[in-house]
């Protein structure tokens, strides 16, 4: 009669610790890998990006998560050193197994993590990374960074039809950022498309403090209007630099420009500087708002740079395709499960951004829209 | 602006870049007078410098007031590497074991300096004073300009009085010629080195708080590009030549902006190497450098 | 005389042991955890292969630097060989071997070129140099549109696997652990540490640094080409200034003295990201603070050659067969020939006047002495002799040859060997390796003899050579110590001892007393006449101590001003009126 006791409790005992068992196989946690600068010169964007992605998902998890299972980011340092990116992506991939990655921050560590993202059959979207072709020919790689050859031509338009008087253009630009190469070399081709002469072209390598030559050397023929194409510190620099020596036009910006940080650093002289965006952090939508409120909340911060807002978006997207794709997160269906994230994520259409509907073209760049928006009165503002 | 003008403006503006590169570039000659040392660390000195002069000019003082937190601030800096990177390593040790730890020291201020005072460049203010613009022949300067230019050409002008006329000035030389010498003197390179660090590190802050003001920008990783255009200017000047350096530094902030004015920026620090390492094919010890005589 | 010496000499041995344990620690734990053996810390794939090419651009950074050369242009040169190769191999579809031997090759090449300019500067010079070369590359490539400038270079096929690196790093480790264990490498260690004497034991610097600076630029190349296609996208910054300190770091820390303290560095250097990962953001701090510590527990690096035990010398050597006696040259000249005749020669440097118009003649056989009052001219007419001063007029013939002229690594070969002044020993080479490199000219391995292994019948025998030297000079007992850890007595007896291993007929000595006590000195004394009798050599030397020449030489020549104002045997010279001139003054004169 005790044995009978006991073998019942035994019987309990090993019911309920299979029961967690099954549970905890059911319940798995979804890994997405984040491959963010925390160190060394990319920190000031990977920091608050990590954070943006960090707050996605908690709204994620509030909301049920995704089909019951939770998700979980893991992050990887990449030091701004191209081995320690290599080994830590290898880590994810291997190690931590994740199903997606979001970063990196550069398009040379996102080129040479293609392939091997490609090769493990997961995917990887950069919320920053602008380099041309950057994502031709590799199924696993997306970028959540619209194409800059879009959206130029319709700053010039509306630039053109605001100030008929402009003739010439003169344009710096950065030639080591792969997006301010790009935006630098469209200001340059498309700028005679609305009748304007292109005076003068300068480049310069970012890293140097000192503008004032190029700057003389830009403002010498006297444009109407210069575009400068670089990055928010840069830029402001630049733009500062401009107002020094004399100059009182508008100022055309590009993508990497618009941030809090502009306008610190810039002060008053970079009012009257436009640019075509796919965010700022004034866009009056529904998501935009909810999302501004939500993330000041959770995390002290009052300004939201659009590197932020898009990484937040990479982890709805992905979340997004792992639902699609009824992932369970089980181990022994890795493979399986990261090609059909894969294929999801290439599918996305009309997925609710921060702006407006985002999705992927034939490319996996991706497609949303931009607004003009300028510097006025100290903040970043619609027309 | 005429052809002529522009060329007079870059000009001035190369001396100018030029003259913020002698006030780093003389620090470093004469720790390597002193201690055969290549202070690696110069850069992140200089940064700090800058810092401090920030921090100075948010506090509502003025430039006086910055200039002197630059130099403290930087002079105390450099004491510490001295005592705790430098004098520990014995003197029989390679010399280039010297740079290394002073590589390492760089390493751990720029850190430092990420986490604790600017992962991002912050603006530097320019005193309203300074920011009067005043015409110099075809050419229209700031004040600014002026004051630098002036600034580096007294301390200069002032440390080598000091060298070569000042009971210190001879303890140093006696330290660089031959420590061992100079102990048998009675002189204790002990105080002499520190002092020694303690003024190049001083010069490097106030051209810290200079060049924050003049490119009215500064961020934690200035110190590389300006450590290294220094330590190439004073190789090119000849090791231990305080008038090479400063004649070296003119030389390359003249190249680069002349490079960047009529060929183009992105070759800027190129041209600058390509003069360097054609003038030192020339004269192997530096424009000014003693030939190394080989005494048998 | 030996008190407190076997203290100091337990102290270093207990160092040396305490080091060795923390090597072998540190290494074991490196291959555990690299085997994937230590608890949740799992390498991945990529920290293997990036690790061996860290090693092998380590050493590239290593090679120039052990003959003395620091050369920061090595960053330059692996994105040379890697831009090469990875656009052979896209752009013309090259195999990959081809592609990555002809981007080595042509890097080598590279290096060769930049390597003879590069002999004109020193130091931190080269550094500088050096350093504006690599980054005038970098920015070259930056703005080349046509490997994608700065945007980078992607699409670079997928070649190099984990044994490709191995294997390029153990056939590179292998080669030049046989190169520099023997001639070649004692003749580098030579140049990086004395010049001055390398050139007087006839060692052709230049040659020596040619070679070990093409060798680094081949293996920056080889390794910029296995990089380029294990990461199959390349772009201008990562060869910059961040990853030369990084390598530069590796082989001050792991030690600078053999290549596997470079490699050393490299690997456990290299791992201490991953493993302090957890620490994530102070780990660049924690790099810095350890880097110096490191510095300045062990300034020589980590990894030193006594912790190896490597020397430069073979660990058994052939005894010459016959005995002393026929060490001599094989053929006694006449005494009455002449050995050495200087006629007319005059040097001044810019305003000083050193010599003007010496004639004097050294007999074979015969001790010759040189003396004069200081700054009368005898070093500078000693370097004219051995050649590390040129005449501005005059002859100076050695047994029928003229010689004026010729540079050191001649002279020696010739047949003339030289102490100096200062002496000028390697003091941290043993005593038999000191005399090993006194007879590099007797000796003729080569770069491919040494790396074939053919070399060691020559070493044994070399060896076995000096060490019958080192018995002679009653220095034996001391051959494995190392030469800075004598005497002076003793150090100024190795010095001759390594002149005399080159077997010159001429010895020509710098004041070989000076400094030395009494019993020391007659010593010495016996020993020049033993040499001079039984090995029958010339000497001349140089000499302040008036005793000492008018005893044992038979022949002196005085300067004074760089005139030669008597010649002849002690007793004549002694009476000599210009020479007592010399030395005292006249009368009337107020400063002579």
Same mark, same amino acid.
Request: hydrophobic content about 50%; some cysteine; charged content about 15%.
């Given at each position: 009669?005790?044995?009978?006791?006991?073998?019942?409790?035994?019987?309990?005992?090993?019911?309920?610790?299979?029961?967690?068992?099954?549970?905890?196989?059911?319940?798995?946690?979804?890994?997405?890998?984040?491959?963010?600068?925390?160190?060394?010169?990319?920190?000031?964007?990977?920091?608050?990006?990590?954070?943006?992605?960090?707050?996605?998902?908690?709204?994620?998890?509030?909301?049920?998560?995704?089909?019951?299972?939770?998700?979980?980011?893991?992050?990887?340092?990449?030091?701004?050193?191209?081995?320690?990116?290599?080994?830590?992506?290898?880590?994810?991939?291997?190690?931590?197994?994740?199903?997606?990655?979001?970063?990196?921050?550069?398009?040379?560590?996102?080129?040479?993590?293609?392939?091997?993202?490609?090769?493990?059959?997961?995917?990887?979207?950069?919320?920053?990374?602008?380099?041309?072709?950057?994502?031709?020919?590799?199924?696993?790689?997306?970028?959540?960074?619209?194409?800059?050859?879009?959206?130029?031509?319709?700053?010039?338009?509306?630039?053109?039809?605001?100030?008929?008087?402009?003739?010439?253009?003169?344009?710096?630009?950065?030639?080591?950022?792969?997006?301010?190469?790009?935006?630098?070399?469209?200001?340059?081709?498309?700028?005679?498309?609305?009748?304007?002469?292109?005076?003068?072209?300068?480049?310069?390598?970012?890293?140097?403090?000192?503008?004032?030559?190029?700057?003389?050397?830009?403002?010498?023929?006297?444009?109407?209007?210069?575009?400068?194409?670089?990055?928010?510190?840069?830029?402001?620099?630049?733009?500062?630099?401009?107002?020094?020596?004399?100059?009182?036009?508008?100022?055309?910006?590009?993508?990497?420009?618009?941030?809090?940080?502009?306008?610190?650093?810039?002060?008053?002289?970079?009012?009257?500087?436009?640019?075509?965006?796919?965010?700022?952090?004034?866009?009056?939508?529904?998501?935009?708002?909810?999302?501004?409120?939500?993330?000041?909340?959770?995390?002290?911060?009052?300004?939201?740079?659009?590197?932020?807002?898009?990484?937040?978006?990479?982890?709805?997207?992905?979340?997004?395709?792992?639902?699609?794709?009824?992932?369970?997160?089980?181990?022994?269906?890795?493979?399986?499960?990261?090609?059909?994230?894969?294929?999801?994520?290439?599918?996305?259409?009309?997925?609710?951004?921060?702006?407006?509907?985002?999705?992927?073209?034939?490319?996996?760049?991706?497609?949303?829209?931009?607004?003009?928006?300028?510097?006025?009165?100290?903040?970043?503002?619609?027309? | 602006?005429?052809?002529?003008?522009?060329?007079?403006?870059?000009?001035?503006?190369?001396?100018?870049?030029?003259?913020?590169?002698?006030?780093? *570039?003389?620090?470093?000659?004469?720790?390597?007078?002193?201690?055969?040392?290549?202070?690696?660390?110069?850069?992140?000195?200089?940064?700090?410098?800058?810092? *401090?002069?920030?921090?100075?000019?948010?506090?509502?003082?003025?430039?006086?007031?910055?200039?002197?937190?630059?130099?403290?601030?930087?002079?105390?800096?450099?004491?510490?590497?001295?005592?705790?990177?430098?004098?520990?390593?014995?003197?029989?040790?390679?010399?280039?074991?010297?740079?290394?730890?002073?590589?390492?020291?760089?390493?751990?201020?720029?850190?430092?300096?990420?986490?604790?005072?600017?992962?991002?460049?912050?603006?530097?203010?320019?005193?309203?004073?300074?920011?009067?613009?005043?015409?110099?022949?075809?050419?229209?300067?700031?004040?600014?300009?002026?004051?630098?230019?002036?600034?580096?050409?007294?301390?200069?002008?002032?440390?080598?009085?000091?060298?070569?006329?000042?009971?210190?000035?001879?303890?140093?030389?006696?330290?660089?010629?031959?420590?061992?010498?100079?102990?048998?003197?009675?002189?204790?390179?002990?105080?002499?080195?520190?002092?020694?660090?303690?003024?190049?590190?001083?010069?490097?802050?106030?051209?810290?708080?200079?060049?924050?003001?003049?490119?009215?920008?500064?961020?934690?990783?200035?110190?590389?590009?300006?450590?290294?255009?220094?330590?190439?200017?004073?190789?090119?000047?000849?090791?231990?030549?305080?008038?090479?350096?400063?004649?070296?530094?003119?030389?390359?902030?003249?190249?680069?902006?002349?490079?960047?004015?009529?060929?183009?920026?992105?070759?800027?620090?190129?041209?600058?190497?390509?003069?360097?390492?054609?003038?030192?094919?020339?004269?192997?010890?530096?424009?000014?450098?003693?030939?190394?005589?080989?005494?048998? | 005389?030996?008190?407190?010496?076997?203290?100091?000499?337990?102290?270093?041995?207990?160092?040396?042991?305490?080091?060795?344990? $923390?090597?072998?620690?540190?290494?074991?734990?490196?291959?555990?955890?690299?085997?994937?053996?230590?608890?949740?810390?799992?390498?991945?794939?990529?920290?293997?292969?990036?690790? $061996?090419?860290?090693?092998?651009?380590?050493?590239?950074?290593?090679?120039?630097?052990?003959?003395?050369?620091?050369?920061?242009?090595?960053?330059?040169?692996?994105?040379?060989?890697?831009?090469?190769?990875?656009?052979?191999?896209?752009?013309?579809?090259?195999?990959?071997?081809?592609?990555?031997?002809?981007?080595?090759?042509?890097?080598?090449?590279?290096?060769?070129?930049?390597?003879?300019?590069?002999?004109?500067?020193?130091?931190?010079?080269?550094?500088?140099?050096?350093?504006?070369?690599?980054?005038?590359?970098?920015?070259?490539?930056?703005?080349?549109?046509?490997?994608?400038?700065?945007?980078?270079?992607?699409?670079?096929?997928?070649?190099?696997?984990?044994?490709?690196?191995?294997?390029?790093?153990?056939?590179?480790?292998?080669?030049?652990?046989?190169?520099?264990?023997?001639?070649?490498?004692?003749?580098?260690?030579?140049?990086?540490?004395?010049?001055?004497?390398?050139?007087?034991?006839?060692?052709?610097?230049?040659?020596?640094?040619?070679?070990?600076?093409?060798?680094?630029?081949?293996?920056?190349?080889?390794?910029?080409?296995?990089?380029?296609?294990?990461?199959?996208?390349?772009?201008?910054?990562?060869?910059?200034?961040?990853?030369?300190?990084?390598?530069?770091?590796?082989?001050?820390?792991?030690?600078?003295?053999?290549?596997?303290?470079?490699?050393?560095?490299?690997?456990?250097?290299?791992?201490?990201?991953?493993?302090?990962?957890?620490?994530?953001?102070?780990?660049?701090?924690?790099?810095?603070?350890?880097?110096?510590?490191?510095?300045?527990?062990?300034?020589?690096?980590?990894?030193?050659?006594?912790?190896?035990?490597?020397?430069?010398?073979?660990?058994?050597?052939?005894?010459?067969?016959?005995?002393?006696?026929?060490?001599?040259?094989?053929?006694?000249?006449?005494?009455?020939?002449?050995?050495?005749?200087?006629?007319?020669?005059?040097?001044?440097?810019?305003?000083?006047?050193?010599?003007?118009?010496?004639?004097?003649?050294?007999?074979?056989?015969?001790?010759?002495?040189?003396?004069?009052?200081?700054?009368?001219?005898?070093?500078?007419?000693?370097?004219?002799?051995?050649?590390?001063?040129?005449?501005?007029?005059?002859?100076?013939?050695?047994?029928?040859?003229?010689?004026?002229?010729?540079?050191?690594?001649?002279?020696?070969?010739?047949?003339?060997?030289?102490?100096?002044?200062?002496?000028?020993?390697?003091?941290?080479?043993?005593?038999?390796?000191?005399?090993?490199?006194?007879?590099?000219?007797?000796?003729?391995?080569?770069?491919?003899?040494?790396?074939?292994?053919?070399?060691?019948?020559?070493?044994?025998?070399?060896?076995?050579?000096?060490?019958?030297?080192?018995?002679?000079?009653?220095?034996?007992?001391?051959?494995?110590?190392?030469?800075?850890?004598?005497?002076?007595?003793?150090?100024?007896?190795?010095?001759?001892?390594?002149?005399?291993?080159?077997?010159?007929?001429?010895?020509?000595?710098?004041?070989?007393?000076?400094?030395?006590?009494?019993?020391?000195?007659?010593?010495?004394?016996?020993?020049?006449?033993?040499?001079?009798?039984?090995?029958?050599?010339?000497?001349?030397?140089?000499?302040?101590?008036?005793?000492?020449?008018?005893?044992? $030489?038979?022949?002196?020549?005085?300067?004074?001003?760089?005139?030669?104002?008597?010649?002849?045997?002690?007793?004549?010279?002694?009476?000599?009126?210009?020479?007592?001139?010399?030395?005292?003054?006249?009368?009337?004169?107020?400063?002579?």
């Amino acid at each position: 009669m005790k044995t009978s006791r006991l073998l019942r409790w035994s019987a309990r005992g090993l019911a309920a610790v299979l029961a967690v068992l099954a549970g905890e196989l059911q319940a798995a946690d979804l890994k997405i890998g984040l491959l963010l600068s925390q160190t060394g010169p990319l920190s000031s964007y990977g920091v608050p990006m990590k954070s943006a992605a960090e707050y996605a998902v908690k709204l994620i998890n509030d909301a049920g998560g995704i089909n019951g299972n939770k998700l979980v980011v893991v992050l990887e340092d990449d030091t701004s050193n191209p081995s320690t990116f290599l080994n830590g992506l290898n880590r994810l991939l291997e190690g931590e197994k994740v199903l997606a990655l979001v970063g990196p921050i550069t398009s040379g560590f996102f080129q040479a993590g293609g392939p091997i993202v490609h090769e493990a059959g997961a995917s990887m979207i950069s919320p920053t990374a602008t380099a041309p072709q950057l994502t031709v020919g590799n199924p696993a790689a997306f970028r959540n960074n619209p194409s800059e050859d879009v959206n130029i031509p319709a700053l010039l338009e509306l630039v053109k039809k605001t100030n008929p008087e402009i003739r010439t253009i003169a344009v710096i630009y950065d030639n080591k950022e792969a997006a301010d190469k790009v935006i630098g070399g469209l200001y340059e081709k498309l700028a005679p498309t609305v009748g304007w002469q292109v005076q003068n072209v300068a480049t310069f390598l970012s890293g140097q403090l000192n503008y004032s030559d190029i700057v003389a050397k830009t403002l010498r023929g006297k444009p109407d209007v210069v575009a400068v194409a670089a990055h928010a510190e840069d830029a402001a620099n630049v733009a500062r630099e401009l107002r020094r020596q004399g100059y009182r036009n508008l100022i055309l910006g590009g993508t990497p420009t618009v941030s809090q940080d502009y306008i610190k650093i810039g002060g008053e002289a970079v009012n009257g500087t436009y640019v075509v965006v796919p965010y700022y952090q004034g866009a009056k939508t529904e998501q935009n708002t909810r999302f501004v409120a939500g993330y000041s909340k959770a995390t002290g911060r009052s300004a939201v740079d659009p590197w932020e807002a898009s990484t937040f978006e990479c982890i709805g997207m992905i979340a997004q395709a792992m639902r699609a794709a009824g992932v369970t997160g089980d181990p022994a269906k890795l493979a399986a499960e990261r090609k059909a994230v894969q294929a999801k994520l290439a599918e996305t259409r009309g997925y609710p951004g921060l702006v407006g509907t985002i999705g992927f073209d034939k490319d996996r760049v991706a497609t949303k829209p931009a607004v003009i928006i300028r510097v006025r009165d100290g903040s970043w503002q619609a027309l | 602006m005429d052809a002529f003008a522009f060329f007079v403006q870059q000009l001035g503006n190369g001396f100018i870049l030029g003259s913020a590169y002698a006030l780093v *570039a003389i620090g470093l000659t004469l720790v390597f007078g002193v201690l055969n040392v290549i202070n690696l660390a110069q850069g992140e000195i200089f940064m700090v410098g800058a810092f *401090a002069g920030l921090a100075c000019f948010e506090a509502g003082f003025g430039v006086t007031a910055a200039l002197i937190a630059g130099a403290g601030a930087s002079a105390l800096l450099g004491l510490l590497i001295e005592r705790l990177a430098l004098r520990p390593l014995p003197v029989t040790a390679d010399p280039h074991i010297g740079m290394v730890s002073t590589i390492g020291a760089a390493i751990i201020i720029q850190q430092l300096a990420t986490r604790f005072l600017s992962a991002r460049q912050r603006p530097y203010p320019t005193p309203a004073l300074l920011s009067e613009r005043v015409a110099i022949g075809p050419v229209s300067v700031d004040l600014l300009n002026l004051f630098i230019l002036v600034l580096a050409a007294v301390l200069t002008i002032g440390l080598t009085l000091v060298v070569r006329h000042t009971k210190v000035g001879v303890a140093i030389r006696a330290v660089a010629e031959s420590p061992r010498i100079a102990a048998m003197m009675g002189i204790n390179s002990g105080v002499v080195v520190p002092i020694v660090f303690a003024l190049s590190s001083a010069m490097a802050g106030v051209a810290g708080v200079l060049v924050g003001m003049y490119f009215n920008n500064i961020g934690p990783f200035i110190g590389i590009p300006i450590g290294l255009k220094a330590l190439a200017a004073v190789i090119l000047g000849g090791l231990g030549s305080v008038g090479g350096a400063v004649a070296a530094s003119l030389l390359i902030g003249v190249a680069e902006v002349m490079t960047v004015a009529y060929i183009s920026s992105s070759w800027r620090d190129a041209v600058a190497f390509a003069i360097i390492i054609g003038a030192l094919l020339l004269r192997p010890t530096g424009l000014f450098g003693s030939k190394a005589a080989h005494k048998v | 005389m030996k008190t407190g010496r076997a203290p100091i000499a337990s102290a270093a041995a207990r160092n040396l042991r305490v080091a060795r344990g $923390c090597g072998i620690a540190l290494a074991s734990l490196l291959a555990l955890y690299l085997a994937g053996l230590l608890p949740g810390l799992a390498p991945s794939s990529s920290v293997l292969p990036q690790l $061996c090419i860290s090693a092998l651009m380590a050493i590239a950074v290593w090679l120039p630097f052990a003959s003395g050369q620091l050369s920061l242009a090595q960053g330059g040169f692996m994105a040379t060989g890697a831009y090469l190769s990875a656009w052979l191999t896209v752009q013309q579809h090259w195999p990959f071997a081809a592609a990555l031997l002809a981007g080595a090759g042509a890097t080598a090449t590279l290096g060769l070129v930049v390597s003879y300019p590069a002999l004109r500067l020193r130091g931190v010079y080269l550094a500088i140099a050096t350093l504006g070369l690599g980054e005038v590359i970098r920015i070259f490539l930056l703005n080349l549109d046509a490997t994608g400038g700065a945007f980078g270079f992607p699409g670079i096929p997928y070649h190099t696997r984990l044994w490709h690196l191995l294997l390029a790093l153990g056939v590179t480790a292998g080669l030049l652990f046989l190169l520099m264990r023997g001639r070649i490498g004692r003749a580098v260690w030579a140049v990086r540490h004395d010049e001055i004497a390398a050139a007087a034991l006839g060692i052709e610097t230049t040659r020596i640094r040619v070679l070990t600076f093409t060798l680094g630029a081949f293996v920056a190349g080889l390794a910029g080409g296995l990089q380029a296609h294990y990461v199959r996208f390349i772009a201008p910054d990562n060869y910059g200034m961040a990853a030369l300190i990084d390598w530069l770091v590796f082989v001050m820390v792991g030690g600078f003295e053999t290549f596997v303290g470079a490699v050393a560095g490299a690997f456990l250097l290299g791992t201490m990201p991953e493993l302090l990962r957890s620490f994530s953001d102070w780990r660049p701090l924690v790099n810095g603070v350890l880097l110096v510590a490191l510095l300045i527990l062990r300034p020589r690096g980590f990894v030193t050659r006594e912790l190896l035990g490597w020397t430069f010398a073979p660990r058994s050597f052939d005894l010459p067969v016959s005995d002393v006696d026929s060490a001599a040259p094989p053929v006694h000249e006449p005494p009455s020939r002449e050995a050495l005749r200087i006629e007319g020669v005059s040097k001044s440097f810019g305003g000083v006047t050193a010599l003007v118009d010496v004639t004097m003649s050294v007999r074979h056989g015969a001790i010759h002495g040189l003396i004069g009052p200081n700054g009368a001219g005898k070093t500078t007419l000693f370097n004219a002799i051995a050649g590390f001063a040129s005449i501005d007029a005059g002859r100076i013939v050695f047994s029928g040859l003229p010689i004026q002229g010729l540079r050191p690594q001649q002279i020696a070969r010739a047949g003339i060997a030289r102490t100096f002044q200062n002496i000028r020993l390697y003091r941290d080479l043993t005593v038999l390796e000191n005399v090993m490199l006194g007879g590099y000219v007797r000796t003729t391995s080569g770069v491919v003899r040494c790396v074939v292994g053919l070399d060691r019948a020559e070493e044994r025998q070399a060896a076995g050579r000096a060490l019958q030297l080192l018995r002679g000079l009653g220095l034996a007992a001391r051959a494995r110590d190392s030469a800075g850890a004598l005497s002076y007595g003793d150090q100024r007896r190795l010095e001759i001892a390594r002149a005399l291993a080159a077997e010159p007929e001429l010895l020509i000595l710098d004041e070989p007393v000076a400094g030395m006590n009494d019993r020391e000195r007659t010593a010495l004394a016996g020993l020049l006449r033993s040499i001079r009798g039984d090995f029958g050599k010339t000497i001349l030397l140089i000499e302040h101590d008036m005793e000492l020449v008018m005893s044992l $030489c038979e022949q002196v020549t005085v300067l004074n001003f760089g005139h030669a104002v008597a010649s002849g045997s002690p007793a004549e010279v002694q009476a000599h009126p210009a020479v007592i001139e010399a030395y005292l003054g006249t009368p009337s004169a107020v400063g002579a």
